[in-house]
């Protein structure tokens, strides 16, 4: 069994649990569940540089535990201050010491689309995260199937979400509606054996199409990757680890959007 398998368990008896717990109608009365939502897609559409998903994680299964300083509200206020396109909140618990608290108290003072990271396989985590206060879901092409895809899209749509469809490879293509899926995700990380390969958004961006916003994901850490992709058909990069690993994320985001200018 791999770590995917293992997490895809582990969510079902989420599920389970979730189910047990809540009905969709009670989800209704949480805080974010009639809030407006803001657009991932739009920030990204309108930037003429590569734009920046930066991201809140804790922790992996291949890294173990990222960031021991880790203040989720400050993380946020510090994104938020420096403009990125979104913030991307890990809500997984067991893998990557994630919470959907963290999801529900960023809400509350954001300023910027907000991007619940977690491995969704059912409806009722889509209305968690709007009752939570995300705008974007994360859909994983590699834990779900076509049909999934649509269901989960479909539920994301009824709510004003916004989806973020990651893809792994040129095989998964089969699962996007162009017409329906606005934000794609390639994954440079193959998520059997975690190793990263830039190439693979390279390679898949040629064959999306182009009224799609494209995000790079994983492996972006230094100036020469961000280059790599700069003048492909890339929109955006979703960058995690290299600023949880950063002793003054500040600055460091300062330096990563000069190397996401499009004109330097």
């Not at 913030?87 to 619940?116: C, Q």
């Not at 949880?244 to 200018?261: G, H, P, R, T």
């Amino acid at each position: 069994m791999t770590i995917l398998d293992e997490i895809v368990e582990v969510k079902k008896e989420e599920v389970k649990k979730l189910r047990k717990d809540f009905t969709l109608s009670r989800f209704s009365d949480f805080q974010f569940f009639g809030s407006d939502t803001l657009s991932l897609y739009e920030n990204i559409s309108n930037d003429n540089n590569l734009s920046i998903i930066a991201e809140i994680k804790k922790a992996s299964p291949s890294k173990g535990i990222i960031r021991e300083e880790f203040n989720y509200l400050d993380i946020a206020k510090i994104y938020s201050e420096n403009e990125v396109a979104g913030i991307s909140v890990l809500t997984d618990i067991n893998f990557f010491k994630g919470s959907i608290d963290y999801l529900n108290e960023i809400a509350k003072i954001k300023t910027t689309p907000l991007l619940r990271k977690d491995f969704i396989i059912d409806e009722y985590q889509v209305y968690e995260a709007k009752a939570n206060g995300a705008d974007v879901v994360l859909l994983i092409c590699e834990i779900l199937s076509e049909a999934q895809v649509e269901e989960l899209t479909h539920a994301a749509s009824e709510l004003d979400l916004e989806v973020l469809l990651e893809l792994h490879s040129v095989e998964q293509l089969n699962k996007v509606n162009f017409q329906v899926q606005k934000i794609i995700g390639i994954n440079n990380r193959d998520l059997k054996t975690f190793k990263v390969d830039i190439n693979n958004s390279i390679e898949i961006s040629k064959l999306i199409s182009r009224n799609a916003c494209v995000v790079g994901e994983s492996g972006f850490n230094d100036k020469t990757s961000v280059d790599k992709v700069k003048n492909e058909k890339i929109d955006a990069l979703l960058v995690g680890e290299h600023f949880m690993l950063a002793q003054n994320i500040s600055d460091e985001l300062i330096k990563f959007k000069e190397w996401c200018n499009r004109e330097s």
